[in-house]
């Protein structure tokens, strides 16, 4: 069964530091998303990628923040600068079609900003 | 704006005891409703979604949901849980159409005793 892969599982980093946590969504899925998780907290969205470009963001997606689809099968998350609140569960998911349709998430990636 | 609502942090139940999980909505559009579970260590998975038609929706492992528009409610049940329903629960909406973040709810623990 297809499923979406996260790496690496736990990333340790320096304040400041970047970091780009990296995701192979299901392979004829269109929609790309990515939320976090801090812990003890909901699930947040953080934003939705669709034919190569940023389709919705919310507040917490800053300038920090950035996407890419490199190669036609990763997806990545840059934080270029991180502080120490970025530590959180990330959440890679895709989507067949928009709305109704499931998305399917990876297992995540640990942050640790120290 | 669409939130949601789990009023419940964590529920113990008797193995083998019927379950309810809690879930309120709140949106001024029509929204889709999904039910998430979350295994330690893992990401989230799909138990089920209500799009439109009838509001008891069935899911995977057994457990099912009602959609109820004039309570704004879409609670999660099982009628016999399993040491292996010990998990993480998510409720979560969806707008659809332009938009297909799903917004989810802080999440309720399913802990189940033999």
């Known amino acids: 069964e297809p499923e979406v892969t996260q790496t690496p599982s736990h990333q340790v980093t320096q304040m400041g530091q970047e970091v780009i946590l990296r995701c192979v969504p299901i392979?004829?899925?269109?929609?790309f998303y990515w939320y976090r998780q801090i812990l003890g907290q909901k699930v947040e969205f953080l934003v939705s990628?669709?034919?190569?470009?940023?389709?919705?963001k919310s507040e917490i997606f800053d300038d920090q923040f950035s996407v890419e689809r490199p190669d036609g099968s990763n997806f990545t998350l840059k934080i270029r600068s991180t502080k120490l609140e970025d530590s959180a569960m990330y959440f890679c998911?895709?989507?067949?079609?928009?709305?109704?349709?499931?998305?399917?998430f990876g297992p995540g990636t640990r942050l640790t900003v120290l | 704006a669409q939130s949601v609502t789990q009023l419940d942090s964590q529920v113990p139940v008797f193995e083998e005891a019927p379950v309810e999980l809690r879930c309120n909505y709140s949106?001024?559009?029509?929204?889709?409703l999904f039910w998430y579970v979350q295994y330690p260590n893992q990401g989230l998975q799909l138990l089920l979604k209500?799009?439109?038609?009838?509001?008891l929706v069935k899911g995977i492992n057994g457990f099912e949901a009602e959609f109820n528009k004039s309570q704004t409610s879409f609670h999660l049940r099982k009628p016999s849980v399993h040491i292996s329903d010990t998990a993480e629960y998510f409720c979560?909406?969806?707008?659809?159409?332009?938009?297909?973040?799903?917004?989810f709810g802080t999440g309720t623990l399913l802990a189940v005793q033999p």
């Open positions: 998911a895709s989507s067949r079609t928009s709305g109704d349709n499931e998305q399917f």
């Open positions: 392979s004829n899925h269109l929609y």
């Open positions: 990628f669709y034919n190569n470009e940023i389709s919705e």
């Open positions: 949106s001024s559009v029509s929204v889709y």
């Open positions: 209500y799009l439109s038609g009838s509001t």
């Open positions: 979560a909406v969806c707008r659809g159409g332009a938009t297909n973040k799903l917004i």
